[in-house]
């Protein structure tokens, strides 16, 4: 059970997906800190200014617009870069190969795996490699 938790967390998807997290976690974190520092105080000189910048008041409750306009702010430029910078590219990636300009991974013919096949089970059995793979092996 410990061999197949060790295996499926060594696997490459998983460890893509754990990175994705961080950088994603870290790319939010820095569009955050942007719009917290410049947008904001922006925000504020807009909406009058001062503590109260980017509020208004109805019958004693206060509405924090600025807050809203900020995260609206932080959504669009996050979703930007990501477009941009993954999407798009990947967009490209695909369309390349569906014309045939970049070729995806070469997988090996029925042939070539029957023949991998026969020799994993000669080895299974303790039998010397038929010699035809042998000396497909050295080529």
Sequence with gaps: MLKGFKDFLLRGNVIDLAVAVVIGAAFTALVSSFTEAFLRPLIGLVGG?????????VNGQTFGWGDFVNQLIT???TAAVIYF??????KALF????????????LPT????????????????GLPPAADSEARHRA
């Design 110 to 125: 029925q042939t070539e795996l029957l023949v991998e096949i026969r020799d994993l089970l000669q080895a299974q059995h």
């Design 49 to 57: 200014g001062g503590v109260q910048g980017g509020t208004f008041e």
């Design 75 to 77: 959504f669009v430029l």
């Design 85 to 90: 910078v993954v999407v798009l590219p990947m």
């Design 95 to 106: 369309e390349r190969r569906e014309r045939g300009e970049q070729t995806g991974p070469v």
